[in-house]
């Protein structure tokens, strides 16, 4: 089942921000950045970065802190395991939440993500 | 009384030579035995040399019979001998030494050679064939990262060579003359499925390719291919087929086709010359695989020794790819030529199977990504069972209720091991009779699952069923990613050198790894290069990447290292400090003798340690935490030892130090046990005049007290043996396996013969590999000041503000 995504919480035009260089987010890590209260988890996959709301659906635990399984993160808490594409939970299987997810881009090695 | 013995002379010491001549002296010890072999090794098991070569078993590991069976059996053997010739007249063979010896009745197991086509240059230096231990030895020497393979042929035994190139790092391409891989045991589709597999590991498949020249100047350089194609490289293999050697049966003079001819009672044309294995040809057929082999020679060792009557009457040709991951089973007549085929295929999946049916009885089967079903269908094919009331299940059986219920639809005389001949009946008399439990001991007792091992999961089901303590044999895969036993993989890492959780998941596993394998393997390269490996954060739990204990909201725990549970004004003073400065909104008082300050934010970490200025107590990782003591001699008027400084020393020689889960210590002065050291990972218990060291207690999740490893007189040869033990369980133990779990399941028997009994050379070893990781070691707080990436503990602060 897909899960929904969840509604942005301001309702401001989403626009692309400069975060930061490449090289502070080592490979297969995430890091977590405040932009505009919101704290977002940004994950370099080695040939791409993907964002996502730095929050597991579960009990809120940081998810940059987790352990990257290919595409997919592992909350660091009680290992539920979230799809960095697409924000859905892959475990526990059946569970329908999921975590929003933003667009990145980089540009003269720094990553942007669209917030 | 005639005591004088039949001569019998075996040319070939290798498995079907070896085979037979065991199943010979079950029958009566009538003979004089002599056994020659061109190879310097005793006797081994030629169908894994491919796991040799993939470092997944040692050439020890292969060794069918070692040198004491020959001698317990008066068995002379000549190894590194090769006869050279045969006279029937005369009865006798001569040896490349110059030998001659008589002989009253002959053996010939000369088995087999590897067939060289037609290709100019095979000469060159960097040629290689792949049929023995010395030839995996040469390849092993070569095999190298960025080593570039090319495999000639692509059957069996040329894909596992080349998937154990590849696993040693060499980038490996397979040149296969016709357009279907292992086209004698697969048809297009399967072959393409196969191919499809390898190509998935990283091996390079080229088919229907013809290789003209090995190139180079002196060294081979390149593979020349019909098309002109030239394909670089250092190292080339030679797998195109096998031929019988029957040179020896020329010179005889008994008749050979293209094998020695044998009848179904495997004599030859001489009435005291026999012939077993891969060099004879029977009704037509020559076989290169290991079942027939241990059939024929069954029926040799009765005709031979007198008993003559059971007949050879052919064996249904079955054979299984050993490569990890690349299922691929084949048997029988699977030619759709006079035969219903049943198919499935899922390319998805990578799943292909294919049965023949012919008068509703099955006679071929191929089986590309699930074997699981091999055995279901190896017995049809033998027993000609009448699958029509089955016709709708061939497939996909249904799913059975009762977990044994396979086992026990299955009949006594159904075989279970196919190459070494076991059948359910004998592993169940094995089980009642000789009190077998565990898969080692049944291949003991049995030798069941000691050839090809594509039994073993049948073997253990049987095991799982019948026996009254069925063990597992902890070989269980580390995880999907890479499914290997940690046993295995301590093995493959060790001897590939592998120093990067990266490079172990490229080559052995998905490439991609998860939260189990990772950390697991972190812990094992950092635990076997005693600390000079290539650190790799991103594998490691977040605890490690940060060195305190994560909790429920994100934020930390803060455990300084308090030796012994002996602390200061001093430092009881800055952690007052550090609990006001930062407003820690808990300071606690932990189980173990320390301080805890829960609830730090991350980027306070570094500084909390800068004001703390002690060192970390691991209390977050699968490390050292600490030692408990009781105040020992110092103070206690019971005391008998000063159980706090040899707690304190012990912590300070282990600290640091990463483990297979964590490891907690005890010592205390005095039988009372005020520190409950008996319940601890490694204790310290002092009595009057000594100390009892006691290891692989618990009273955690388990409760367990803990077993005397040994009873000394000096606190040093106390420490030295915890030393030995701490080491011991490093090197040994799965990973999240605690000491009480891991004591258990060696047994502290064991535990004590490989640590405080082991022989000094082996004691030393394990002590110098501790000061090894030890000097590599550091504290992990230090990096609070010099951290190894910029963002360790700092989140990322936008380059462009945004206003809110």
């Known amino acids: 089942m897909n899960c929904v995504e969840q509604p942005a919480v301001s309702p401001v035009e989403p626009r692309w921000i400069r975060v930061a260089r490449c090289e502070s987010i080592p490979p297969r890590e995430g890091r977590a950045a405040l932009i505009d209260g919101r704290e977002i988890a940004i994950f370099n996959l080695g040939d791409r970065f993907l964002a996502l709301d730095n929050r597991c659906p579960h009990q809120s635990g940081p998810l940059c802190d987790g352990i990257v399984a290919g595409n997919a993160v592992v909350c660091p808490l009680h290992a539920w395991k979230v799809d960095l594409e697409t924000g859905s939970v892959v475990r526990p299987v059946n569970e329908n939440s999921c975590v929003r997810t933003y667009a990145t881009r980089v540009e003269a090695g720094v990553i942007s993500i669209e917030a | ?804």
């Open chain 2, 1 to 804: 009384m005639n005591t004088v013995k039949t001569r019998l002379v075996v040319i070939g010491n290798g498995m079907a030579g070896v085979a037979c001549v065991e199943q010979i002296l079950k029958h009566a010890p009538q003979f004089e035995i002599t056994v020659f072999g061109d190879e310097t090794h005793v006797n081994y098991n030629r169908i894994l040399l491919s796991s040799v070569l993939a470092g997944e078993r040692s050439a020890d590991e292969i060794t069918l019979n070692p040198l004491e069976w020959y001698q317990k059996n008066d068995i002379r053997l000549r190894l590194g001998v090769r006869v050279v010739d045969v006279n029937a007249e005369l009865k006798t063979v001569t040896g490349d030494d110059g030998s001659v010896i008589e002989y009253d009745k002959l053996l010939l197991a000369t088995g087999s050679s590897a067939f060289k086509p037609p290709i100019a240059g095979l000469e060159r230096e960097g040629v290689f064939a792949f049929r023995t231990l010395d030839d995996t030895r040469q390849l092993l020497e070569r095999a190298r990262p960025g080593v570039k393979a090319v495999v000639i042929g692509g059957g069996l035994l040329g894909l596992e060579a080349a998937r154990g190139l590849q696993v040693r790092g060499c980038q490996v391409t397979v040149v296969h003359l016709m357009a279907t891989l292992m086209e004698r045991q697969l048809d297009p589709d399967g072959g393409s499925y196969l191919a499809g597999k390898m190509e998935d590991l990283g091996v390079r498949v080229l088919v229907g390719r013809s290789t003209t020249a090995v190139v180079g100047n002196g060294h081979a350089e390149g593979v020349a291919l019909e098309d002109g194609t030239i394909l670089e490289s250092d190292l080339v293999v030679l797998a195109a087929g096998i031929r019988p050697n029957v040179e020896l049966a020329y010179k005889a003079g008994v008749r050979v086709n293209r094998g020695i001819v044998v009848n179904d009672w495997m004599e030859t044309s001489d009435p005291d010359i026999f012939a077993v294995g891969e060099c004879v040809e029977h009704r037509g057929v020559c076989y290169g695989l290991v079942a027939p082999l241990l059939e024929q020679g069954k029926v040799l060792a009765a005709t031979i020794t007198g008993h003559k009557g059971p007949v050879y009457t052919g064996t249904v040709q079955a054979a299984k790819l050993k490569i990890m991951g690349v299922d691929v089973f084949s048997a029988g007549d699977w030619s759709e030529q006079h035969a219903e085929p049943v198919r499935f295929e899922d390319r998805a999946l990578g799943i292909y199977k294919k049965l023949t049916v012919r008068d509703g009885k099955l006679i071929g089967a191929i089986l590309v990504g699930d074997t699981s079903d091999s055995h279901r269908y190896m017995d049809w094919l033998r027993s000609g069972t009448d699958l029509t009331p089955q016709r709708r299940h061939l497939l996909f059986p249904p799913p059975a209720a009762d977990a044994g219920l396979d086992i026990a639809q299955m009949s006594e005389g159904a075989t279970i091991c196919g190459c070494v001949g076991v059948t359910k009946g004998a592993i169940i008399s094995a089980i009642h009779d000789k009190g077998v439990n565990t898969l080692s001991q049944l291949k003991e007792a049995t030798r069941a699952s000691t050839g090809c091992g594509s039994c073993t999961g049948l073997c253990q089901e049987i095991l799982r069923a019948v026996a009254p303590d069925f063990e597992e044999d902890g070989k269980k895969v580390l995880c999907g990613c890479v499914p290997f036993s940690q046993d295995n993989l301590r093995e493959i890492l060790r001897s590939q050198r592998l120093k990067s959780v990266q490079e172990v998941l490229e080559i052995y596993g998905n490439g991609l790894g998860c939260e189990v394998c990772k950390p697991a393997l972190s812990y094992m390269l950092d635990m076997i290069w005693c600390g000079d490996h290539d650190e790799d954060r991103s594998a490691r739990f977040i605890n490690d990447r940060v060195h305190a204990n994560i909790q429920k909201d994100g934020t930390f725990s803060v455990v300084p290292r308090i030796r012994g549970g002996v602390t200061s004004p001093d430092e009881l003073r800055r952690i007052a400090d550090v609990a006001d400065k930062y407003h820690v909104p808990r300071v606690k008082i932990t189980g173990s003798q320390r301080i805890d300050l829960l609830g730090i934010k991350k980027e306070d970490l570094p500084k909390v340690w800068a004001d703390l200025g002690m060192s970390s107590g691991q209390a977050y990782t699968k490390g050292v935490r600490m030692v408990k003591t009781c105040v020992g001699t110092d103070f206690c008027r019971f005391g008998t030892q000063d159980s706090t400084s040899a707690g304190i020393e012990m912590e300070r020689r282990f600290e640091h130090l990463y483990t297979p889960h964590k490891v907690k210590m005890g010592s205390v002065g005095c039988p009372r046990n005020c520190a409950e050291a008996t319940v601890k990972d490694i204790g310290l218990v002092g009595q009057e005049g000594g100390w009892q060291v006691v290891v692989g207690g618990a009273a955690g999740k388990s409760v367990r007290k803990a077993d005397l490893l040994i009873t000394v007189e000096t606190t040093e040869s106390a420490l030295e043996a915890a030393e030995l033990f701490f080491q011991y369980y490093r090197e040994h133990a799965n990973y999240l396996e605690r000491t009480y779990d891991f004591v258990e399941r060696l047994g502290i028997d064991k535990v004590r013969k490989d640590t405080v009994y082991a022989p000094e050379p082996m004691r030393l070893a394990l002590l110098d590999r501790l000061q090894k990781s030890k000097a590599a070691s550091h504290d992990a707080w230090l990096e609070g000041q010099s951290p190894v990436n910029p963002t360790q503990f700092i989140p990322l602060r936008p380059i462009e503000s945004v206003p809110s």
